[in-house]
């Protein structure tokens, strides 16, 4: 039992990553021209665990012109072991 608990404590205390981008967008109006899917993906190379979570208020639900919509989007990449990354964090304010 013990064991499981240490394991859980080191999964949690995981490193952060090595590029994180984070968006928030919002629109007046948008218009949706093409029915589908949406995609957006992050691809590390060797990949240690990179995800995307994305959020879209409100959801189209069929329609296809909305109002006053917001994107919230946070990706993060994660470079597995045995590479080195040389290069410093530039961050900028958001104009």
Do not use: C, F, Y
Not at 42 to 54: M, T
Request: hydrophobic letters at 45%; proline letters at 6%; glycine letters at 4%.
């Amino acid at each position: 039992m013990l064991l499981a608990l240490l394991l859980a404590q080191a999964a949690a205390a995981q490193a952060p990553p090595d590029i994180e981008l984070n968006i928030r967008a919002r629109a007046k109006s948008a218009e949706i021209e093409r029915k589908g899917e949406a995609k957006l993906q992050v691809i590390a190379e060797p990949d240690a665990r990179s995800h995307v979570e994305a959020r879209v208020e409100p959801l189209p639900e069929g329609r296809t012109s909305l109002r006053n919509v917001e994107v919230n989007v946070r990706a993060e990449a994660r470079i597995g072991e045995g590479v080195e990354i040389d290069a410093k964090a530039e961050t900028a304010a958001p104009q």
